[in-house]
């Protein structure tokens, strides 16, 4: 469903797969399914596909296929939705992370900042806390290391100053409120960019996202058989930092843990020698795939489960 969501880096991703047409997949953030499809479109009548999204908008973009399964639930919970349906191991993962286009192009869901809409930024609009309640209930210390930390942001102690200072007079429940808030230390020369790096660590924050994310790397080690591959594509510094790192030593600090004889033997071996990143045609058909950063990993046959 291109209207939903145009997908990044379909080919070279899927492609790196390395499908088997037997074989079980899983897609971690189903969305508009263009993914999917085209793995769909390489499994034999054997082959069976796991779609994960927490979005209950995308059931509607499920297809009509016996070997495909919808999860509506959050990646972070992985493993333990597919032990729930007999699934102890898969043959390849795949998360095309961040946004979609439908969330950004959605204004009720409060994603961006073009336009004025309830400040919401939930992934999983049935609960949990939203962005409003992100910018009115954190103080302003908790405001300052949000921003500094998921949005990479500099004086975010003036960011955070002004939110709160707005506020004081009247809680900030939309999006226009929340942009008009932080005007005054808004660079009038980047605006875009420094909006798109507020609304990212308030987007970050509400879904939990780098969480999540640890999460599901940690369960995908568990979840391949050997020779199996993981397969995402990163937006951001954040993402892509903690999917290099996992791909390269199999934890989050980027360094291979050692034996006894100062020997490592990291879990996965990188089938990328470094990110892939979209063409120039691809960024001029859809420009929002121009952040796009593609690894991939094949778990080691050596690794004990």
């Not at 263009?34 to 779609?51: E, F, K, V």
């Not at 030593?249 to 892939?276: C, I, L, S, Y």
Request: one cysteine or more; hydrophobic letters at 40%.
């Amino acid at each position: 469903m291109s209207s939903y969501h145009t997908p990044v880096l379909l080919e070279e991703s899927v492609g790196l797969l390395n499908i088997q047409p037997d074989g079980c997949y899983v897609d971690l953030t189903f969305g508009g399914g263009g993914h999917s499809r085209r793995i769909l479109d390489a499994l034999g009548t054997d082959g069976s596909l796991y779609g994960f999204d927490q979005d209950a908008d995308t059931k509607a973009n499920a297809p009509d296929d016996s070997r495909f399964h919808y999860v509506e639930s959050n990646f972070r919970f992985l493993r333990g939705a597919l032990r729930l349906r007999g699934i102890g191991q898969v043959d390849g993962i795949l998360a095309d992370l961040g946004v979609s286009s439908h969330h950004f192009d959605a204004l009720p869901r409060g994603f961006s900042f073009r336009g004025d809409a309830p400040l919401d930024m939930r992934m999983n609009a049935r609960g949990g806390r939203t962005a409003a309640d992100v910018v009115n209930g954190c103080d302003e210390a908790e405001l300052g290391r949000i921003f500094a930390q998921y949005g990479e942001l500099e004086t975010t102690w003036k960011i955070a100053a002004c939110i709160v200072r707005a506020r004081a007079a009247k809680p900030i429940t939309t999006t226009a409120q929340l942009v008009a808030a932080v005007a005054p230390c808004t660079p009038k020369r980047d605006e875009a960019k420094f909006l798109t790096k507020l609304f990212q660590a308030l987007r970050i924050e509400v879904n939990g996202e780098m969480e999540a994310l640890k999460m599901a790397l940690e369960q995908s080690l568990k979840l391949l058989r050997p020779g199996g591959r993981l397969v995402v594509i990163s937006y951001h510094s954040l993402e892509d930092r903690l999917v290099k790192n996992f791909m390269r030593a199999g934890n989050f600090d980027g360094e291979a843990e050692k034996d006894f004889f100062g020997r490592t033997n990291p879990p996965f071996t990188p089938v990328t020698r470094k990110a892939m990143v979209p063409s120039d045609e691809e960024i001029a058909r859809n420009p929002r795939s121009r952040s796009a950063k593609l690894r991939a990993a094949e778990k080691r046959t050596t690794e004990n489960d």
